[in-house]
C-alpha cells in the first residue's frame, strides 16, 4: 500500500511540476569540471546525424532536441545533464541536438553551454530543409521543440514533450 | 488512515489526469476538414471573425507569436504573402495562440508593439482563451493553415511551413504555402498539402 502511495505521489508531483515555468536551471555539481567541457560544437548535416546516431547498429541515445532560446527546453535540460551523470557508465549517451542558427553558435550556444557547465555531448544540427527531415526523426514529430528520441541499436522511440528526470528514467529504463 | 490518504490521492490524480486530457490537444484540423469560424480581439481592439471577409475566397490563417526565432524569422515573408494574395482574395490572419502568463514577451501590448514596429497590413488576433489554437491543432508557431471557401464553408487545403528554409527567406527553393493558393486559384487540387517545419511549441 505504502508503495501504491509513493507512486501515486511521485505521479501528482511529475505532473504538477509541468505547470512551474520559472525554475532556474541548476546544476547538482559545480566542482571543477571545466575540463569535461567542450566549447567546440560539431555542426552536422540531417544526414550525417542520422548516420551518426538514429541509424547506428549499435548504442543507446537519449537525443534531445532544443534550442537556448525556447524556454521549455532549457527548462528541462537539468533532467537530460542528470541522466548523462547516472547513465554516462551504462553506454547510455545523451546527445543535445542544438536547433539554434548556425550564426548564433559562437554568440549564444558556446556561452551557455559554459554558463550551464552543460557536460552532454552538444551538437548543432544545421539541415534547413526541416520539411525533409524531420518525418525521418518521427512521423508524428509536429517540428515544435523540445522533442526527444531514444535510440537503441538504430530502433527510435519518439517524443513531442517536455520531461522531468523521472520520466525521462522510466522512458530509458523501458528501452535498456 | 494510510487507505485513506491513497484514496484522495487517486482520486486527486484521476482529477488532474482528466483534467490534463481535457487540456490535451485533439488532433485538430486535417485536410479537407470544415474549419470553424472564431471571434477573437484584434490588436486595434476589434473583434475579427472570417465571417466578416465576405470577398476572400479563403484564408492565410497563421498561428505566430512576437518572438520565437522561427516566428520573427518569418515575418517579413508574412506581410509579402498578405501584399500578394489579399489582393488575389486569400487574405493572412494571424493568431498568437501563446499565454503571457507563460510566454511574457507575448502579451496584447507586446503584439501592438509588434504590429507598430513591423506595419503588419493584416489582422493579429489574440487567442485569449487559448482555444482556437486547439481547435485547429496548432502545435508550435509558425503553424499555418490555408482555407478555401466552398459552399459557405472554409475547407482547409494546406497544413504546415510557408516554405522550405524558415530561417533564411533568402535560400528558399520551394514556396510550399504560395504554391498552394496558386493552385487553388487556378482551380486545381492542392499538390502538396502538408510539410513540417522547426517551430516553438505554443505555451498555454
Known amino acids: ?176 | 488512515m494510510m487507505k485513506k490518504i491513497a484514496f484522495l490521492v487517486a482520486a486527486l490524480m484521476i482529477g488532474f489526469l482528466t483534467f490534463s486530457s481535457f487540456n490535451e490537444n485533439p488532433a485538430g484540423y486535417k485536410i479537407g476538414d470544415e474549419a470553424a469560424d472564431f471571434s477573437l480581439k484584434n490588436v486595434d481592439g476589434k473583434m475579427v471573425s472570417l465571417s466578416q471577409f465576405k470577398d476572400a475566397k479563403g484564408f492565410i490563417v497563421i498561428f505566430t507569436c512576437n518572438t520565437c526565432p522561427y516566428a520573427v524569422a518569418s515575418e517579413d515573408r508574412i506581410i509579402a504573402l498578405d501584399k500578394e494574395f489579399k489582393t488575389k482574395g486569400y487574405p493572412v490572419i494571424a493568431i498568437n495562440p501563446n499565454n503571457p502568463n507563460v510566454q511574457p514577451a507575448d502579451t496584447f501590448e507586446k503584439m501592438k508593439e509588434k504590429v507598430k514596429e513591423k506595419r503588419f497590413t493584416f489582422p493579429y488576433l489574440y487567442d485569449d482563451s487559448h482555444s482556437v489554437y486547439a481547435t485547429f491543432g496548432a502545435k508550435k508557431t509558425p503553424h499555418v493553415y490555408l482555407l478555401q471557401k466552398e459552399n459557405g464553408k472554409n475547407v482547409v487545403k494546406y497544413i504546415g511551413a510557408i516554405d522550405d528554409n524558415v530561417r533564411d527567406g533568402a535560400a528558399v527553393k520551394q514556396r510550399f504555402l504560395a504554391n498552394a493558393i496558386n493552385e487553388l486559384l487556378q482551380g486545381k487540387e492542392v499538390t502538396l498539402k502538408e510539410t513540417k517545419a522547426i517551430g516553438c511549441g505554443v505555451k498555454v
Do not use: R
Open chain 1, 1 to 176: 500500500m505504502k508503495n501504491i502511495l509513493i507512486f501515486l505521489l511521485l505521479i501528482v508531483t511529475i505532473s504538477s511540476c509541468k505547470e512551474e515555468n520559472n525554475e532556474p536551471i541548476v546544476n547538482s555539481k559545480v566542482e571543477d569540471t571545466s575540463s569535461e567541457i567542450n566549447p567546440s560544437i560539431p555542426i552536422y548535416n540531417f544526414d550525417g546525424f542520422e548516420e551518426s546516431y538514429l541509424e547506428k547498429p549499435h548504442g543507446i541515445y537519449v537525443i534531445n532536441f532544443w534550442a537556448t532560446w525556447c524556454k521549455p527546453c532549457v527548462k528541462e535540460l537539468p533532467a537530460f545533464e542528470k541522466l548523462h551523470e547516472n547513465y554516462k557508465n551504462k553506454g547510455v549517451e545523451v546527445i543535445l541536438v542544438s536547433l539554434d542558427f548556425p550564426d548564433k553558435l559562437q554568440s549564444g550556444v558556446i556561452p551557455f553551454i559554459e554558463k550551464h557547465q552543460l557536460k552532454s555531448d552538444v551538437i548543432l544540427l544545421d539541415d534547413p530543409d526541416a520539411n525533409s527531415w524531420i518525418p525521418k526523426v518521427s512521423e508524428d514529430w509536429s517540428g515544435a521543440i523540445p522533442a526527444t528520441v531514444l535510440v537503441k541499436d538504430g530502433k527510435k522511440v519518439f517524443f513531442e514533450k517536455s520531461f522531468t528526470y523521472e520520466e525521462l528514467e522510466i522512458e530509458l529504463n523501458k528501452i535498456l
